[in-house]
């Protein structure tokens, strides 16, 4: 029996049309700036995403990593939200690597933050403080079960950032997810934060890389923080021709991983013991009425059907490329199989 997985997008695998493209990508070393496979997918990034330069990076959080690192200096304070992936995902990286602070504020349960928070976070300069000098948003949200954050919500709280002379940095690894659920582009999204990223390898559907877009400046200084992290590739071409690709073919279609994690989602709260969230792009979290996360992956895993935890009593099942209506219903038999053989 072939697992259905649905532990994450990140897990989806490039089709024959995508290894094509790779396969027959015009390469050359991209630390000289000579591949122009690689040159021109950071100019489609660049483009789509409405900033003035992009570069290409091996993943979501190294160009969070370099994002932080480019609009921070060491000791400054960045503020964020508390269940956003920079805070929790990226092995404290802001903190051991750009040397900031972090301040985390709440987030809501739809990914949103409190306005008034936000506008008192911000440090009064002086002496003994550091100093607040970026605020990081995440659009759609993960830890928030996929939520979408309504462009007019950013505008507003990237202004209270720039009153404060702080620059504001969007964490879009599925910003096209959010483009596609809230029916707008990604560039209006992103339009007044300083920068954004988004990954290739998640709903897009690459195997690997993500971009991080922002002005010509920030791009040019972003590229160094690249190196010093040993992100400079060299013929990576072969890995950007799947970016181009995906930019061209796959962004449409994530309505179909959002009509299928609704659908799941809407089988799921069938099962007494689970309460899924309703969700607003591919990403269904499950509240867990009885037993651990740890005690229910086994049993689904065993059934055919893999899931992440995402807290002790929560679990994560994300749609994507490689899931289709069909696979959505099967998985949702083999859930009923799971229910019925343990007793949780
Ligand atoms: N998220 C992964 C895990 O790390 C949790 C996943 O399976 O969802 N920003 C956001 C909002 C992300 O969800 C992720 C990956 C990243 C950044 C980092 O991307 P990668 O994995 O390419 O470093």
Request: with cysteine.
């Amino acid at each position: 029996m072939t697992p259905i997985d649905l532990r994450s997008d990140t897990v989806s695998k490039p089709g024959p049309e995508m290894r094509r493209a790779m396969a027959e990508a015009e390469v050359g070393d991209d630390v000289y700036g000579d591949d122009p496979t690689v040159n021109r997918l950071e100019a489609m990034a660049a483009e789509r995403l409405g900033k003035e330069a992009a570069v290409y990076v091996p993943s979501g959080s190294m160009a969070n990593l370099i994002a932080v690192m480019t609009h921070t200096r060491p000791g400054d304070e960045i503020v964020l939200g508390s269940e956003c992936h920079i805070f929790n995902y990226e092995v404290a990286g802001a903190a051991r690597i750009a040397n900031v602070l972090t301040h985390p504020l709440k987030n809501r349960e739809d990914g949103s933050l409190d306005v008034a928070e936000v506008a008192s976070s911000f440090r009064e300069r002086g002496l003994h403080t550091p100093v607040t000098s970026l605020l990081c948003l995440e659009n759609t949200h993960n830890r928030c079960g996929g939520a979408t954050i309504p462009s007019a919500d950013i505008t507003e709280l990237a202004s209270i950032a720039h009153t404060h002379g702080a620059t504001v940095h969007l964490d879009g690894a599925r910003i096209f997810n959010a483009a596609v659920a809230l029916h707008t582009d990604a560039a209006e999204i992103a339009r007044d934060c300083d920068s954004v990223s988004f990954c290739l390898s998640k709903g897009l559907g690459c195997p690997v890389g993500s971009l991080l877009c922002g002005p010509t400046d920030f791009i040019e200084e972003a590229r160094r923080n690249r190196k010093l992290l040993g992100g400079g590739m060299r013929q990576t071409g072969i890995l950007a021709a799947a970016g181009i690709f995906a930019l061209e073919h796959h962004i449409d279609r994530m309505a179909e991983d959002h009509a299928n994690a609704a659908r799941l989602a809407d089988g799921l709260r069938q099962f007494e013991g689970f309460r899924p969230n309703r969700p607003r792009s591919n990403i269904v979290v499950i509240d867990l009425v009885r037993g651990t996360a740890g005690e229910w992956l086994g049993p689904l895993r065993a059934a055919g059907v893999l899931a992440t935890p995402f807290g002790p009593r929560r679990l994560r099942m994300v749609t994507h490329i490689n899931i289709t209506g069909g696979d959505v219903a099967e998985a949702l038999k083999r859930i009923d199989q799971a229910v019925a053989a343990v007793a949780i």
